[in-house]
């Protein structure tokens, strides 16, 4: 079969066919079911997303601890699956959400807490939304 | 400056810093600023990331034609940005847009027109707000 005809399979068909990385992983954005607001962008593998279909909870593979993780599994902090997409070729996974409490390690609900604008000489952050829901030292302490 | 000092720096501090990979990519994630639905996940490279807040149009890089790309360019399906969030370990984007048209090269609005369930057997997927908005061999015929 051509590049081209494996391509459109992919896009049109309903073969679930996931194309893994180098390192066997999509991409998974995650967003908050009641506002639409980006949570966080993670990877999972093979096993993380049969895990996150089967528990109906978020599963994610960590690349830096290079470990599967359940959300929440320190925090306590999970995520319900509300609904699962895959986009047109394949490599990325949507996933709708109920986040319990904050999906940040940092202890903010979204690791989204830092807009980007232009400022003079050069772009610049500037924090919204940056509220702590937790504190991360009394929740990650050893 | 250890390695977490570096981690909070990109964390808490305000320097736009973005943690790009190995081929000089961060992840960026664009929903419809008015549904919060995702649309697509594509790639930035340094200059696309610039002439983004440059512009105030959806730039980006594209990994297969190894070229950068003014989203909408061919289709004319252009994507205004609202508002522009950085994360947390600042390798991923999150750009608000109002989109022209339909962000999916296949014609569709979103390119997360399928969703994924448990089936017999396996996961499998099925179509979800997949009509076409544009006809992708009219925009994109030679």
């Known amino acids: ?5 494996h391509n459109h399979d992919r896009e049109e068909a309903l073969a679930f066919q996931p194309k893994f990385d180098a390192s066997g992983l999509v991409t998974c954005v995650a ?3 009641a506002t639409g607001d980006v949570l966080m962008v993670a990877h999972m593998n093979d096993e993380a997303l049969r895990k996150t279909v089967e528990s109906g ?3 994610y593979y960590s690349r830096s601890r290079k470990a ?3 959300k929440g599994e320190t925090s306590g902090h999970t995520q319900r699956v509300i609904e699962m997409r895959m ?5 990325a996974i949507w996933i709708r959400v109920e986040q319990s409490g904050a999906a940040c390690h940092t202890g ?8 980007v604008d232009a400022g003079e000489g050069g ?11 937790f ?5 990650y302490r050893k």
């Open 57 to 59: 909870e978020a599963w």
């Open 68 to 70: 599967l993780w359940r």
């Open 135 to 139: 504190d991360p030292k009394a929740v």
């Open 1 to 5: 079969m051509s590049a081209s005809a």
């Open 87 to 91: 986009d047109c070729d394949q490599d």
């Open 108 to 115: 903010r609900r979204s690791c989204f807490y830092r807009k």
């Open 31 to 33: 967003t908050d079911a």
């Open 123 to 133: 772009l610049r952050l500037s924090f919204a939304d940056a509220e702590r829901v």
